[in-house]
Antibody, heavy 118, light 112 residues
C-alpha cells in the first residue's frame, strides 16, 4: 500500500523558516518524481513545485509565488522528500501535501498544516 | 499557466438523481500524438486530501464506483455522477496535467 506521511508543519512567525518532510513507502521512491501541493482551506489546490528522480538528475521546478523562497530536495536512502521554506508570509498559510508526480494515478499524503501568524 | 473554469460553483441534487459538473480549459489539453486528454477529476471531502476519480478525461480510477463518469475532449469536459448517494457530498475539482504547473479548477461544491 502506498503511504505518504508529511510532518513538520506548525505555527511560524512571518519571515520565519520551516522544513517539511514526507516519508514514503509502498512504492519505488527512488524512481518516482515527487511534488508538493498546498491548499488554503476553502480554495483550490496549488502545485508549488516538483523534483525529478535522482536518475533523472533530481532537477527541480517551482511556481512563481515560491521561486527563491522554497526548495525541494530528496533523500532516497531515507525515502524522504523535503520542502524547505524561508521568508514565510501570511499568504503561505495552507495545508501542504506531498504527492507523487508523473503519470496518473497519483498518490497524496494527508497533509500538514503550516500557519504563518504573528 | 492553463486556466480551468468549472461550472457551476455549487450544485444541489436530490438523492438518486444525476449531477453534472463542467470544466472548460483556456487551452487544449489534448495531446495529438497519443490522442489523450490530460484532464483528471478529483473529489475532496473535509479534512481529506483530494481523491482521484477520473483521469485521461474518462478513465475511472480503480475502486471508483461506476456511477462516476467523465467525458469531453480538447477544452470542454464533464463529470457526471448518476444515482447520487449521500456519500457523494464533496467538492469536485478538475485538473490538467498537460502542462507544468498542473492546475486545478476552482471547484464545485455538491450538496444533497
Amino acid at each position: 500500500e502506498v503511504q505518504l506521511v508529511e510532518s513538520g508543519g506548525g505555527l511560524v512567525k512571518p519571515g520565519g523558516s520551516l522544513r517539511l518532510s514526507c516519508e514514503a513507502s509502498g512504492f519505488s521512491f527512488t524512481k518516482a518524481w515527487m511534488a508538493w501541493v498546498r491548499q488554503v482551506p476553502g480554495k483550490r489546490p496549488e502545485y508549488i513545485g516538483h523534483i525529478k528522480s535522482s536518475s533523472d538528475g533530481a532537477t527541480t521546478s517551482y511556481t512563481d509565488p515560491v521561486k527563491g523562497k522554497f526548495s525541494i530536495s530528496r533523500d532516497d536512502s531515507r525515502r524522504t522528500l523535503y520542502l524547505d521554506m524561508a521568508n514565510l508570509g501570511v499568504d503561505d498559510t495552507a495545508v501542504y501535501f506531498c504527492v507523487t508526480y508523473g503519470s496518473l494515478p497519483d498518490y497524496w499524503g494527508q497533509g500538514t498544516l503550516v500557519l504563518v501568524s504573528a | 499557466d492553463i486556466v480551468l473554469t468549472q461550472s457551476p460553483d455549487s450544485l444541489a441534487v436530490s438523492l438518486g438523481e444525476t449531477a453534472t459538473i463542467n470544466c472548460r480549459s483556456n487551452r487544449s489539453v489534448l495531446y495529438r500524438s497519443n490522442n489523450k486528454n490530460y484532464l483528471a477529476w478529483y473529489q475532496q471531502k473535509p479534512r481529506q486530501p483530494p481523491k482521484l476519480l477520473i483521469y485521461w478525461a474518462s478513465t475511472r480510477q480503480s475502486g471508483v464506483p461506476d456511477r462516476f463518469s467523465g467525458s469531453g475532449s480538447v477544452t470542454e469536459f464533464t463529470l457526471t455522477i448518476s444515482g447520487l448517494q449521500a456519500e457523494d457530498v464533496a467538492v469536485y475539482y478538475c485538473q490538467q496535467y498537460y502542462n507544468s504547473p498542473r492546475t486545478f479548477g476552482q471547484g464545485t461544491s455538491l450538496e444533497i
